[in-house]
C-alpha cells in the first residue's frame, strides 16, 4: 500500500481530500447525539447545588459534588444525587440534615423608635422595623424576638438560622434591661414583689435579676433587668400588680448597648459581638 493511501481507520484521524480534519469518535465526538434525560427535580432557574453548598461555607464546589453524589443533600426533603442541579434561594437545602444559608451572615442591630410594628402590617398604613434597615442589607435578614408597636430599643436583625434559633430558645434566657415610664408611681409594696420574686404570670413566677428606681427621677420610672424571653412579659408583671407601662425602651440585650446608636438608627454587630452572642 502507498503511503499516500487511506486505510479503513485513518478516516478517523487524518485528513481526507480537502484538507479538512475529521473529528475524532474516540475523543466523545459521536456523530449520534443522544438527547439528554431531565431529571424530574431539575429547575431551570437559579444556581447550581454545589456552589449554593459552597456559599453556604460547608466546603468547596469540589466538595460538595462529591457530598451530593453520596446522597448527604437534601432540596425540599428529597435527596438528590445529579450532578448540575440547579435550586433557587427559597428552596430548603440541606447536608446531613442541618438547612443551608447561601447568603453570607448578616448581623444588625437598631434602636428602634416608637411607632413601628415589628412582625406585619397589622394596621394599614402601619410602618414596620424593615423599612428602617432596608439600607442596611439586601440578606433576607429577621428579627429576633419582639418589641410592641410603641416599646422602643434594642432589636436584633439575622439570616443566620442557627444563631436566631439558640438566641430564641436559650436555656437560661438573654440578659435584658429595661428603662420604663408607669402611668403612676411604683409603690415600696409592689417593689419589692417584683425585687423577691412574688410576681405571678399565668400561674408561673417570675423571675427578675434586679429593679431599681431612676436615679433623681419620679417613681414612675424604673429600670429592671431580667433574662425571660416570654412576649409581653414587662407589661404583664406590671399590670398584674395594677400598673400601665406608658414607655418602655430596651436598652441592653444579650450584652449589646445602644452605646453611640441614635434612636432610628442601626449598626452591623463586630465579630466579637457575634462570637459573644454565640456563647449565651
Given at each position: 500500500?502507498?503511503?499516500?493511501?487511506?486505510?479503513?481507520?485513518?478516516?478517523?484521524?487524518?485528513?481526507?481530500?480537502?484538507?479538512?480534519?475529521?473529528?475524532?469518535?474516540?475523543?466523545?465526538?459521536?456523530?449520534?447525539?443522544?438527547?439528554?434525560?431531565?431529571?424530574?427535580?431539575?429547575?431551570?432557574?437559579?444556581?447550581?447545588?454545589?456552589?449554593?453548598?459552597?456559599?453556604?461555607g460547608?466546603?468547596?464546589?469540589?466538595?460538595?459534588?462529591?457530598?451530593?453524589?453520596?446522597?448527604?443533600?437534601?432540596?425540599?426533603?428529597?435527596?438528590?444525587?445529579?450532578?448540575g442541579?440547579?435550586?433557587k434561594?427559597?428552596?430548603?437545602?440541606?447536608?446531613?440534615?442541618?438547612?443551608?444559608?447561601?447568603?453570607?451572615?448578616?448581623?444588625?442591630?437598631?434602636n428602634?423608635?416608637?411607632?413601628?410594628?415589628?412582625?406585619?402590617?397589622?394596621?394599614?398604613?402601619g410602618?414596620?422595623?424593615m423599612?428602617?434597615?432596608?439600607?442596611?442589607?439586601?440578606?433576607?435578614?429577621?428579627?429576633?424576638?419582639?418589641?410592641?408597636?410603641q416599646?422602643?430599643?434594642?432589636?436584633?436583625?439575622?439570616?443566620?438560622?442557627?444563631?436566631?434559633?439558640?438566641?430564641?430558645?436559650?436555656?437560661?434566657?438573654i440578659?435584658?434591661?429595661?428603662?420604663?415610664?408607669?402611668?403612676?408611681?411604683?409603690?415600696?409594696e409592689?417593689?419589692?414583689?417584683?425585687?423577691?420574686?412574688?410576681?405571678?404570670?399565668?400561674?408561673?413566677k417570675?423571675?427578675?435579676?434586679?429593679?431599681?428606681?431612676?436615679?433623681?427621677?419620679?417613681?414612675?420610672?424604673?429600670?429592671?433587668?431580667?433574662?425571660s424571653i416570654?412576649?409581653?412579659?414587662?407589661?404583664?408583671?406590671?399590670?398584674?400588680?395594677?400598673?400601665?407601662?406608658e414607655?418602655?425602651?430596651?436598652?441592653?440585650?444579650?450584652?449589646?448597648?445602644?452605646?453611640?446608636?441614635?434612636?432610628?438608627?442601626?449598626?452591623?454587630?463586630?465579630?466579637?459581638?457575634?462570637?459573644?452572642l454565640?456563647?449565651?
Amino acid at each position: 500500500m502507498s503511503r499516500g493511501s487511506n486505510d479503513s481507520g485513518s478516516k478517523y484521524s487524518g485528513r481526507q481530500g480537502g484538507g479538512k480534519r475529521r473529528k475524532s469518535y474516540a475523543r466523545g465526538n459521536s456523530p449520534i447525539k443522544k438527547k439528554m434525560e431531565k431529571s424530574p427535580l431539575s429547575n431551570e432557574d437559579g444556581i447550581r447545588l454545589n456552589k449554593f453548598i459552597a456559599n453556604s461555607g460547608v466546603c468547596s464546589r469540589r466538595e460538595a459534588d462529591m457530598y451530593i453524589a453520596a446522597g448527604n443533600v437534601t432540596v425540599n426533603g428529597q435527596t438528590v444525587t445529579e450532578m448540575g442541579y440547579r435550586v433557587k434561594l427559597t428552596d430548603d437545602v440541606r447536608f446531613d440534615n442541618r438547612r443551608l444559608n447561601p447568603e453570607k451572615p448578616e448581623y444588625i442591630l437598631l434602636n428602634k423608635p416608637a411607632g413601628f410594628f415589628v412582625t406585619g402590617n397589622p394596621e394599614k398604613g402601619g410602618r414596620t422595623v424593615m423599612e428602617l434597615i432596608s439600607k442596611a442589607t439586601s440578606a433576607r435578614v429577621s428579627p429576633i424576638g419582639k418589641l410592641d408597636n410603641q416599646a422602643k430599643g434594642l432589636l436584633l436583625f439575622t439570616n443566620d438560622g442557627t444563631l436566631a434559633k439558640k438566641l430564641a430558645k436559650p436555656k437560661n434566657g438573654i440578659r435584658q434591661i429595661y428603662q420604663i415610664t408607669l402611668d403612676k408611681n411604683l409603690s415600696s409594696e409592689d417593689f419589692e414583689k417584683i425585687k423577691t420574686g412574688g410576681v405571678f404570670i399565668e400561674g408561673s413566677k417570675v423571675s427578675v435579676t434586679a429593679i431599681s428606681f431612676i436615679e433623681d427621677r419620679p417613681h414612675t420610672e424604673v429600670g429592671l433587668e431580667l433574662n425571660s424571653i416570654k412576649e409581653h412579659i414587662v407589661t404583664k408583671i406590671f399590670k398584674s400588680l395594677g400598673y400601665n407601662v406608658e414607655s418602655l425602651d430596651r436598652v441592653v440585650f444579650g450584652g449589646l448597648t445602644k452605646k453611640d446608636l441614635p434612636r432610628g438608627r442601626f449598626r452591623n454587630l463586630t465579630q466579637q459581638e457575634v462570637i459573644n452572642l454565640g456563647m449565651l
